[in-house]
Protein backbone atom coordinates (compact mmCIF):
# COMPACT_ATOMS: atom_id res chain seq x y z
CA UNK A 1 0.00 0.00 0.00
CA UNK A 2 1.46 3.04 -0.94
CA UNK A 3 1.94 5.74 1.76
CA UNK A 4 0.44 9.21 1.95
CA UNK A 5 3.91 10.67 1.27
CA UNK A 6 4.17 8.83 -2.18
CA UNK A 7 0.55 9.79 -3.12
CA UNK A 8 1.02 13.25 -2.73
CA UNK A 9 4.37 13.12 -5.10
CA UNK A 10 2.55 10.99 -7.36
CA UNK A 11 -0.49 13.33 -7.34
CA UNK A 12 2.53 16.69 -7.71
CA UNK A 13 3.78 14.97 -10.83
CA UNK A 14 0.63 14.08 -12.65
CA UNK A 15 -0.93 17.52 -11.95
CA UNK A 16 2.69 18.89 -13.60
CA UNK A 17 2.37 16.50 -16.32
CA UNK A 18 -1.15 17.76 -16.99
CA UNK A 19 -0.13 21.19 -16.99
CA UNK A 20 2.78 21.01 -18.98
CA UNK A 21 0.80 18.78 -21.70
CA UNK A 22 -1.41 21.58 -22.74
CA UNK A 23 2.03 24.02 -24.19
CA UNK A 24 4.22 20.82 -25.60
CA UNK A 25 4.43 20.36 -28.82
CA UNK A 26 5.32 17.09 -31.04
CA UNK A 27 7.38 19.67 -33.13
CA UNK A 28 8.89 22.39 -31.26
CA UNK A 29 10.57 25.44 -32.94
CA UNK A 30 11.25 27.85 -30.78
CA UNK A 31 13.96 27.41 -27.09
CA UNK A 32 10.78 27.81 -25.09
CA UNK A 33 8.96 24.83 -26.89
CA UNK A 34 11.94 22.43 -26.60
CA UNK A 35 12.40 22.93 -22.95
CA UNK A 36 8.08 22.48 -22.41
CA UNK A 37 8.85 19.21 -24.63
CA UNK A 38 12.03 17.94 -22.53
CA UNK A 39 10.22 18.98 -19.38
CA UNK A 40 7.30 17.02 -20.71
CA UNK A 41 8.99 13.81 -21.43
CA UNK A 42 11.01 13.83 -18.07
CA UNK A 43 7.83 13.64 -16.50
CA UNK A 44 6.29 11.21 -18.32
CA UNK A 45 9.35 9.14 -17.81
CA UNK A 46 8.88 9.58 -14.42
CA UNK A 47 5.60 8.63 -13.82
CA UNK A 48 5.87 5.64 -15.88
CA UNK A 49 8.84 4.06 -14.38
CA UNK A 50 7.57 5.28 -10.75
CA UNK A 51 3.79 4.56 -10.95
CA UNK A 52 3.50 2.33 -14.22
CA UNK A 53 1.13 3.59 -16.39
CA UNK A 54 -1.02 1.79 -18.43
CA UNK A 55 -1.03 1.49 -22.32
CA UNK A 56 3.26 1.29 -22.27
CA UNK A 57 4.54 -1.98 -22.49
CA UNK A 58 8.50 -2.33 -22.12
CA UNK A 59 9.19 -3.76 -25.50
CA UNK A 60 7.59 -0.57 -26.91
CA UNK A 61 9.69 1.61 -24.53
CA UNK A 62 13.35 -0.35 -25.31
CA UNK A 63 12.26 -0.37 -28.94
CA UNK A 64 12.15 3.54 -28.75
CA UNK A 65 15.03 3.82 -26.29
CA UNK A 66 17.49 2.01 -28.81
Do not use: H
Not at 12 to 20: S, V
Not at 32 to 55: F, K, M
Amino acid sequence: MASKKKRNIEKCLRAALEKISKKAVREPRTAREVADRLLWERLRIIIWRRYEIRGFDQETVSRVQG
